[in-house]
Nanobody, 114 residues
Framework: VQLQAYGGGLVQPGGSLRVSCVASGDISSFNVMGWYRQAPGKERGLVALITRAGRTKYSDSAKDHFTISRDGARNTVTLQMSNLQPEDTAVYYC?????????WGQGTLVTVSS
């Protein structure tokens, strides 16, 4: 199983950005997919999760301006981010959870700066 994240980059404060993650390999056991992030000098923390059934969970900082979605046919999970602020600057990691294992993507850098 591999998770390939893409879509990060530089955006100005107040702007929007979308990061996506494509899963390959045997993904039939994935119950949950989502995103975590790690800012410089901080621990990795939850951003958003989505279950196979489409239920979502967001961190308090993400719930008002991030939206997670999942395309089962394309094995893709996408995080749409709006009204980005400098504190959203981080490496964003794709995440997938199976009953007996957890998978991480390589991370994509999102930088919010003027």
């Amino acid at each position: 199983v591999q998770l390939q994240a893409y879509g990060g980059g530089l955006v100005q404060p107040g702007g929007s950005l979308r990061v996506s993650c494509v899963a390959s390999g045997d993904i039939s056991s994935f119950n949950v997919m989502g995103w975590y992030r790690q800012a410089p000098g901080k621990e990795r923390g939850l951003v958003a999760l989505i279950t196979r059934a489409g239920r979502t969970k967001y961190s308090d900082s993400a719930k008002d301006h991030f939206t997670i979605s999942r395309d089962g046919a394309r094995n893709t999970v996408t995080l749409q981010m709006s009204n980005l602020q400098p504190e959203d600057t981080a490496v964003y990691y794709c995440y997938a959870e199976a009953p007996s294992n957890v998978y991480w993507g390589q991370g994509t850098l999102v930088t919010v700066s003027s």
